[in-house]
Antibody, heavy 117, light 115 residues
Framework: EVQLMESGGGLIQPGGSLRLSCAAS????????MNWVRQAPGKGLEWVSY????????YYADSVKGRFTISRDNAKNSLYLQMNSLRAEDTAIYYC??????????WGQGTLVTVSS | QAVLTQPSSLSASPGASASLTCTLR?????????IYWYQQKPGSPPQYLLR?????????GSGVPSRFSGSKDASANAGILLISGLQSEDEADYYC?????????FGTGTKVTVL
């Protein structure tokens, strides 16, 4: 069974930094591209970032480019999102999602990030 | 103008059919894109329903009932999710998605209410 478990969310002040993690199990992690998708409270889905299976290809949404960094450790079956210069508008549930273009994309349960003073 | 626009809400009776549209911004041709559809219920992550590019290139998510189907309306430059035989459990938010200009783009979402 595919499992994706996010962690690292919490309350952070504007301008602060946070690192999210996503622990993957139940599949060969190194075979799949991975994504971060977020959802602000009561709002729709917003894709944040993508990283290829090897980590060689990375894309970001314009809203986070230059502030967020996606990475992965295939030896640890883990995906990361380093978030710097956080803003109130970054407040959201952050989901990690396996290969959104595949025939069986899977999502974690999400971790809540709240940016507030 | 959003890349993908969906009606904010739709209401229908149990047993009826519901057609959810996902309109692509002018200049983005629906024929070139695979449209992905997700269902999200309160407090849960999105669940993949299906993807549709053409009648010969489409795929149903594992365990997704056949009453969920995809299509396109080229004249409206839109992707369509058809839910046949609406059930109370279909009450949820529905999002379309495409891969465009090196980014995934989600639609604005449609809240489906089963009256």
């Amino acid at each position: 069974e595919v499992q994706l478990m996010e962690s690292g969310g919490g309350l952070i002040q504007p301008g602060g930094s946070l690192r999210l993690s996503c622990a993957a199990s139940g599949f060969t992690f190194s075979d799949y591209g991975m994504n971060w998708v977020r959802q602000a409270p009561g709002k729709g889905l917003e894709w944040v970032s993508y990283i290829s299976s090897s980590g060689s290809t990375i894309y970001y949404a314009d809203s986070v480019k230059g502030r967020f960094t996606i990475s992965r450790d295939n030896a640890k079956n883990s995906l990361y999102l380093q978030m710097n210069s956080l803003r109130a508008e970054d407040t959201a549930i952050y989901y990690c999602a396996r290969d959104l273009s595949s025939s069986s994309p899977d999502w974690g349960q999400g971790t809540l990030v709240t940016v507030s003073s | 103008q959003a890349v993908l626009t969906q009606p904010s809400s739709l209401s229908a009776s149990p047993g009826a059919s519901a057609s959810l549209t996902c309109t692509l911004r002018s200049g983005i041709n629906v024929a070139s894109y695979t449209i992905y559809w997700y269902q999200q219920k309160p407090g849960s992550p999105p669940q993949y329903l299906l993807r549709y590019k053409s009648d010969s290139d489409n795929q149903q998510g594992s365990g997704v009932p056949s009453r969920f189907s995809g299509s396109k309306d080229a004249s409206a430059n839109a992707g369509i999710l058809l839910i046949s035989g609406l059930q109370s459990e279909d009450e949820a938010d529905y999002y379309c998605m495409i891969w465009h200009s090196s980014a995934y783009v989600f639609g604005t979402g449609t809240k489906v209410t089963v009256l």
